[in-house]
């Protein structure tokens, strides 16, 4: 990647790390003055961690400087973001996690989504005219997967990590027992989303003051309850969680509330290490989610399309760059739409979707002149090649350690429902099954019977958390998320570091745009020049830059950390005001 170390940059790093601005072994002994960006990462020297709230960074921060690695570092923040971003930071809900060992040049794929109950059916969602009724399939205890997020944290904690669960745990655990201060972003969250928070009463204890008004900025937010849950996963591990009081409080919800979670249910909850996705793009190698998440097979499908042309001669966010994203993006979705479910269930084509000979097919029905028609575009009929509110952050240590999650309750807040008792919410994430053929879910995907409702199942994802490496080193940790449009930002982000040797937070800061092959438009962020749009609009594009009339969407928390000239970058999404990167 581009070298800019420069006076700046030492500056900014002796902020960040007093101690060591000394010590560097490389890069700055000789400082090179290239001020050739406009937005710079966070930088230091021996670890950094960047995820969607500043207060969550730090404590992996803190985990790295007491010699935690970036696994441990990792499973701290997932906990801490349990406390203080409880839109989608969660015990409840579960995700996905990529971690790359610098010593063993392994990188592993975990899964920790949800898993339906064993009593969930095909049609559970279905009314009596057949219709999918949405209150059911995402705001009721109905709505909610057996949770993953425990399981995948302290797997990874004991195959990978070196610390004790009081260690990484402990400050998730003082965070909520003694409280935090309430950011703006989250004050105005609770109380954009107050309607639907305030059906539960438990939900109305735990995250409104006493007299249901909502926490102003700077007010301290106790967690009295959830600090005794972590205490007993502290105490019990697995036990603290998936067996004993937190099951029992688990499932007393669920049997008042008509949700099918049961004690068997937890206790056959297990996470699973998967085969990574692999691709490579213009000599990094590029590894990212595997099913049930659709993200690594689309993110390395679309890499392999756009990999046959001269991106960066067209320029970064051009409209012959943009048309040929769009392209892409729509047959890769259209794909999705047939061939993605969970692979325990339901045969993927990976190794067909992500085919070079496949890619150059595709490529060759793209038009550079005009946008094709969803309507034309179809999930491949045969794949001649094969013998089938959510948060994102991202970890390295010194010893080049890379780790990437993104993990989820679905919604912001999941289903809106707490567990009485436990402390925290329940999620939504049974919406992301195809609860009825061709019915789009609330991202506006549809499906088949690759990802329908069945017991024990996983529903489809579109979480893409993600690793380059380059000559077999992570350069970048990366993903983001947004829903439909998780693949389509981290494909962007890969793109713009790589491709157009952008610093990682200029790639994590840049204008995005997504296409997801139904409905046929290009939804855009603002930052693309109305000419641009014009000459998209006159190939025949769809352009959408509202999101039901509110204007200036924007999509995407890419919080990203990336290793270039020796030292650590950092990129918290500046698309959250709360978000932060924190190295030392
Ligand atoms: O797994 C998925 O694809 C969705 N449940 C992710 C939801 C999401 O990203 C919502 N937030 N922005």
Not at 34 to 61: C, H, K, W
Not at 336 to 344: E, N
Not at 479 to 494: D, F
Request: proline share 5%; charged share 20%.
């Amino acid at each position: 990647m581009k070298s800019f170390l420069s006076l700046g940059c030492a500056l900014a790093l002796m902020a960040a790390a007093p101690s060591h601005a000394k010590d560097l072994g490389s890069g700055l002994d000789e400082p090179v003055l290239t001020y050739d960006a406009r937005l710079f990462p966070v930088m230091a020297e021996n670890g950094m961690v960047s995820s969607q709230d500043r207060i969550a960074s730090e404590v992996g921060r803190d985990i790295l400087a007491r010699g935690g690695n970036a696994v441990d570092a990792a499973v701290a923040v997932g906990f801490a973001l349990a406390v203080t971003h409880p839109q989608a930071g969660n015990i409840g809900g579960g995700g996905f996690m990529m971690v790359s060992l610098a010593e063993t040049q392994e990188v592993i794929a975990i899964d920790f989504r949800e898993m339906a109950p064993a009593a969930a059916t095909t049609n559970m969602y279905l009314d009596e005219n057949g219709d999918v009724d949405f209150k059911k399939s995402q705001f009721s205890h109905l709505s909610s997967g057996v949770p993953g997020t425990v399981m995948g944290l302290l797997d990874a904690l004991d195959a990978y990590g070196t610390m004790t669960r009081r260690q990484v745990i402990g400050p998730a655990k003082k965070l909520a027992e003694r409280g935090f201060p309430v950011s703006y972003s989250l004050s105005t969250s609770l109380e954009e989303y107050r309607e639907d928070l305030t059906a539960d009463p438990s939900t109305v204890d735990y995250w409104f003051k006493s007299d249901g008004s909502t926490y102003e900025a700077g007010e301290i937010l106790k967690q009295r309850d959830l600090a005794r849950t972590l205490d007993r996963i502290i105490r019990k591990g697995r036990d603290g969680f998936y067996a004993g009081k937190t099951a029992e409080l688990i499932v007393a919800e669920m049997e008042a509330g008509g949700g099918l979670i049961t004690y068997e249910d937890l206790q056959n909850y297990h996470s699973v290490i998967r085969e990574p996705i692999k691709g490579s793009y213009k000599g990094y190698e590029v590894y990212s989610m595997p099913p049930p998440s659709s993200g690594g097979v689309h993110v390395v499908q679309m890499l392999n399309i756009l990999g046959g042309y001269d991106l960066s001669a067209d320029g970064h966010n051009s409209a012959a760059y943009i048309h040929k994203l769009a392209e892409t993006m729509r047959r890769a979705y259209a794909d999705r739409s047939k061939f993605l479910g969970d692979p325990d269930f339901f045969e993927v084509p990976v190794s067909a979707l992500t085919d070079q000979t496949y890619a150059d097919h595709l490529r060759s029905t793209i038009d550079l002149g005009a946008a094709s028609l969803s309507s034309a575009v179809h999930p491949a009929q045969s794949l001649p090649f094969e013998s089938p509110q959510t948060t994102h952050y991202a970890t390295m240590d010194k010893d080049g350690n890379a780790v990437a999650v993104t993990y989820t309750l679905n919604f912001s807040y999941g289903s809106g429902f707490s567990v009485d008792g436990a402390g925290f919410m329940l999620n939504n994430e049974m919406d992301d099954f195809s609860s009825k053929p061709g019915v789009p879910n609330a991202y506006g995907l549809i499906g088949g019977e690759a990802n329908q409702i069945e017991p024990g199942k996983r529903p489809l994802s579109s979480m893409t958390p993600s690793l380059v490496l380059k000559d077999g080193k992570a350069v970048l940790a990366t993903g983001s998320i947004g829903g439909s449009r998780i693949i389509t930002q981290t494909l962007q982000v890969i793109l713009n570091f790589i491709e157009f040797d952008m610093n990682v937070m200029e790639a994590v800061s840049a204008p995005r745009i997504h296409h997801q092959w139904l409905p046929d438009e290009i939804v855009i962020e603002p930052g693309i020049s109305p000419d641009t749009i014009k000459i998209l609009q006159s190939m025949g594009h769809k352009i959408r830059q509202d999101d039901d009339g509110v204007k200036f969407i924007v999509f995407g928390r890419a919080n990203s950390v990336a290793f270039d000239d020796g030292l650590f970058h950092g990129a918290a999404d500046p698309r959250d005001p709360k978000s932060g990167a924190a190295g030392y």
